[in-house]
């Protein structure tokens, strides 16, 4: 019972992971319809980003707590920017043009972020220092869930729920409703298109970056490749869980980081992907859509 | 054109076997084939020059069996398919011996060839296993450990030196990190005083593995030997730190990298890595090291010392067998032991150095010391 609680709780963490990074692609694919490939590169820039600003932090002796709150919101605002702009200069010039355009750019983007980064900093592995504080508290539980596991778990569940009340609630949320259920139609009351769009690029790059410091933090070590397997599973759980829908993605990244961690501990990791895939095949093939693909107004 | 070089090697076999009594009072050729352009060129360079080191030696002598080394590289580029060329044009050469090649493709490429007119050829470089073990090769010898020598001493060190009774064996999944893996776990369960109790692979990259740690302290190992490259290493290590999982942590040379240390920081500390013997004590190291730098004014490059080993057993060997004769080469360099920069060796039967090998080191303070 332990070891199965083990392996749930390990599995959330990374289910957390995945469902932050699969909400950018689920919110840009909602609202243009667009797999946004260089979504994962957002992800490894927000951790670059962190690893630079702490180290500078780190240089005047500030305390992990005061070092964590500063670097966050930086790597989270360069991130959006780097989001925004993406969106600017690869995915708007191609708004009217076969689907197929947009996909290539962003493969392109993809890899010359990629690329970008390699040159500009390092090939190497680097390590990434432990901003996410120890909690004393949690020593004791720390051979089934440390503290920068529970970091992750509630972080990426407090963003899930302001980005829900968000939409939910918000004019901007409102007009991203709108915006994803017909784009003409949207224009035609007074929404603002081009603005929506650029503010889901910015929202989905923000949730990137808060994933990507957390989890290069919790693992301590980052390069230029990061984004590639990460930004692969979270699409594979946005897919999972139905590609445009919010909760879905949710969902889907729980689902994906659950059954990897018990294919691991049940059978073997030699499984782990096998099995993440072969759930996707199965889901797929009787629910298309994914698992609450077809749930209308909640489509962002 | 097979049919022309099937007859351009029996051309050059035949002149071999007219030339022996004219080359007599002539010159030993001294073959370098290895990888000397392309992008693996670093790899072979240094064992030029260290033929030409030790061939200046001899020569300043007066020789080998009053007779000149003449050193003839022929760069191969890690190919097998210019592997074979180099080893074709060597032969018509009327190569002596030959040092290399570099790659253990291509030296099992070109190994044939040089059978074929039984010239003797020693590696500094190719681990891979079925070169010597096999027992296809008889003229082959190498200057290296296998590979395999490599999981073999991790599983003896974690079972003898720390006491290990029930080991997790777990890889990267790749060919070099599964095959340390394969041949650990063989000698784990090989030795009858402990067992393998998990045997995995885990994905490259995958975004964290708390999932495999979890199991590795749930299948009760007190040791866990680990094969594959320093990044999964790193994470694996200090997710089971995290986790209270302090068992030992054993690895290969892989692991045994500085930017191992630097990654995985405090957590790296008391971690387990196999790695090339450290020769650096012996006097012949010194005297090398200090040869190059005179002559080349630079650092040696990767395989010089187990080049410059090879180089000096092939002239050993030729001075002690008295000939140049292929079979009295090859039981000189099986019963002489010769003292070189890794060591005074001699070669088994298969053809490896007896005395060369893997040592196992521990990261002491931010640094990879010999383990005790």
Redesign the interface.
Do not use: C, W
């Given at each position: 019972m332990e070891?199965f609680l083990?392996?749930f709780l390990?599995?959330l963490?990374?289910g957390s992971?995945?469902a932050l990074i699969a909400l950018g692609y689920t919110m840009v694919y909602g609202i243009i319809k667009l797999i946004n490939f260089a979504h994962g590169e957002i992800y490894m820039i927000g951790a670059f980003t962190a690893l630079i600003i702490s180290g500078v932090l780190a240089q005047f002796g500030l305390p992990g707590w005061s070092i964590l709150l500063m670097t966050l919101p930086i790597a989270v605002i360069y991130s959006s920017a780097y989001g925004f702009t993406i969106e600017k200069i690869a995915y708007r010039p191609l708004r009217g043009a076969p689907r197929l355009s947009p996909l290539i750019s962003a493969i392109g983007m993809s890899i010359f972020l990629q690329n970008y980064v390699l040159l500009a900093q390092t090939a190497?592995?680097?390590?990434f220092p432990a901003l996410l504080p120890e909690l004393a508290f949690m020593e004791g539980f720390?051979?089934i869930m440390?503290s920068?596991?529970l970091f992750i778990v509630l972080t990426a569940a407090a963003v899930m729920a302001g980005l829900t009340a968000y939409i939910k609630y918000t004019r901007m949320g409102k007009a991203m409703r709108a915006t994803s259920q017909n784009q003409r139609m949207a224009m035609l009351v007074g929404v603002n298109v081009d603005n929506v769009i650029s503010m889901t690029f910015v929202i989905g790059s923000a949730l990137a970056a808060v994933g990507g410091v957390l989890?290069a933090s919790?693992?301590?070590?980052i390069?230029f490749?990061?984004g590639?397997?990460?930004g692969i599973?979270a699409f594979t759980a946005a897919v999972l869980g139905g590609i445009g829908s919010v909760p879905g993605a949710m969902l889907g990244g729980l689902v994906l980081g659950w059954t990897?961690?018990f294919a691991?501990?049940y059978v073997?990791?030699?499984y782990?992907?096998v099995f993440a895939f072969a759930l996707l095949v199965l889901i797929l093939i009787f629910r298309p859509s994914g698992i609450l693909g077809k749930e209308e107004g909640h489509k962002v | 054109m097979i049919k022309k070089l099937t007859s351009a090697v029996a051309v050059a076999a035949g002149i071999g076997l007219i030339g022996i009594g004219v080359a007599q009072a002539d010159e030993i050729v001294f073959g370098v084939p290895g990888a000397h352009t392309g992008d693996l060129a670093s790899y072979g360079l240094p064992t030029i020059n260290a033929a030409k080191l030790v061939a200046d030696k001899y020569n300043a002598k007066g020789g080998v069996l009053g007779r000149m080394i003449k050193v003839v590289p022929q760069d191969d580029q890690c190919k097998p398919e210019l592997a074979v060329n180099a080893a074709m044009k060597l032969v018509s050469e009327e190569a002596t011996v030959a040092m290399g090649h570099i790659c253990s493709g291509a030296t099992k490429a070109a190994l044939p060839v040089y059978g074929d007119s039984k010239i003797v050829v020693m590696s500094p470089s190719a681990t891979n296993p079925p070169l010597t073990t096999s027992g296809d090769y008889p003229n082959f010898f190498r200057t290296i450990a296998r590979d395999d020598a490599q999981g073999q001493l991790a599983a003896s060190f974690t079972i003898e030196k720390l006491g290990a009774k029930k080991i997790a064996v777990i890889h990267d999944?790749g060919d070099y990190g599964k095959g340390f893996a394969e041949f650990a776990k063989a000698a784990v369960d090989g030795s009858g005083a402990a067992t393998s109790v998990l045997f995995?692979?885990?994905?490259p990259?995958?975004?964290?593995y708390?999932?495999?740690v979890?199991?590795v302290?749930?299948s009760g190992a007190d040791a866990v030997i680990f094969g594959g490259y320093?990044?999964e290493a790193?994470?694996i290590v200090?997710?089971m730190r995290?986790?209270?999982?302090k068992i030992p942590f054993v690895s290969d040379d892989g692991v045994k990298d500085p930017?191992f240390i630097?990654?995985?920081?405090v957590?790296a500390e008391g971690v387990f890595a196999t790695g090339p013997q450290d020769s650096s004590g012996n006097p012949l190291y010194a005297v090398a090291l200090a040869e190059h730098k005179k002559a080349f004014n630079a650092e040696p490059g990767a395989f010089f010392f187990n080049a410059y080993s090879a180089a000096l057993a092939l002239m050993n060997a030729i001075e002690k067998a008295g000939s140049t004769d292929y079979d009295k080469i090859v039981k000189a360099l099986k019963t002489e032991y010769v003292e070189t920069p890794v060591g005074k060796i001699k070669f088994d039967s298969i053809g490896d150095a007896e005395g060369v090998g893997f040592d196992v080191y521990m990261v002491a303070n931010g640094v990879f010391v010999q383990a005790e």
């Open positions: 070891y083990e392996l390990g599995g963490t990374r992971i995945y190497d592995f680097l390590p720390s051979g440390n920068s596991e989890i919790h693992v301590g070590q390069n490749y990061i590639f397997i990460a599973k990897e961690s691991t501990g073997s990791s030699d782990e992907d | 999944k995995e692979g885990v994905t990259g995958a975004v964290d708390s999932a495999v979890q199991k302290k749930h320093h990044p790193s994470k200090m997710a995290k986790k209270n999982l930017t630097k990654v995985a920081g957590f």
